[in-house]
Every structure is written in structure tokens, then in C-alpha cells.
């Protein structure tokens, strides 16, 4: 089984900053892609960023130029440095991390979700 904690949500003034942190543990061999996913009230849940095991990164168009995931393999991390930050990017924010377990079994885990609001 394979927990997911995020952590570094909160309240911040539009055009602030804050970095969300998501770390993986569990019986984990690989992990193939990890993303973030943001759901407001009343919206679907929307990709926000994921990142390959290659490196590749693909963004939500709204968050392009604001946004960069980036990840910590060593530490089973992946992080999500938000810039410029806007009313509209609040939400609570979601991990997820798709890879293979010890058992060589395909695993897909969601985090429990960490609040961002933006707002002066």
C-alpha cells in the first residue's frame, strides 16, 4: 500500500507564493508519473502538473509561466512551486502517484488534499 501526505497549503495575498510538498511511502519499487490536481468548489478535479520518470512536464494552461513541479526521487517527493498566485488558483490541491509496488503490482494513490486560498 502506498500513503500520500501533502503539506504546505494555506492563505496567501494574490501574487504570493507557496510550495506544496506530496511525499510517498509504502511498498513502493517505481514510480512512473506523479501529478497535482486542484478542485474548487462546485468544479471538477482538473490536472494542474505532472512530471514522467523521465523528467517530462506538462501544465494546465492557465498555470504556465506561475507554476513548476518538480520532484525529489531519493526522498519519494514531488513538489509544486506556485508563483503569481491568483483568486482562481484556489482550491485544495491533490497528489497523485502512479508507479509499481514491491510485488511488482501497479499502484495509483491519491493524497487527501491540502487548501489553498488566495485572497486579500
Known amino acids: 500500500q502506498v500513503h500520500l501526505v501533502e503539506s504546505g497549503g494555506g492563505l496567501v495575498q494574490p501574487g504570493g507564493s507557496l510550495r506544496l510538498s506530496c511525499v510517498a511511502s509504502?511498498?513502493?519499487?517505481?514510480?512512473?508519473?506523479r501529478g497535482w490536481y486542484r478542485q474548487a468548489p462546485g468544479k471538477e478535479r482538473e490536472l494542474v502538473a505532472a512530471?514522467?520518470?523521465?523528467?517530462?512536464?506538462n501544465y494546465l494552461e492557465s498555470v504556465k509561466g506561475r507554476f513548476t513541479i518538480s520532484r525529489d526521487n531519493a526522498r519519494n517527493t514531488v513538489y509544486l512551486q506556485m508563483n503569481s498566485l491568483k483568486p482562481e488558483d484556489t482550491a485544495v490541491y491533490f497528489c497523485?502517484?502512479?508507479?509499481?509496488?514491491?510485488?511488482?503490482?501497479?499502484?495509483?494513490?491519491w493524497g487527501r488534499g491540502t487548501q489553498v486560498t488566495v485572497s486579500s
Open positions: 497523485n502517484v502512479e508507479g509499481i509496488t514491491e510485488r511488482f503490482k501497479s499502484f495509483g494513490s
Open positions: 509504502g511498498s513502493i519499487f517505481s514510480i512512473n508519473t
Open positions: 512530471i514522467s520518470s523521465h523528467g517530462t512536464t
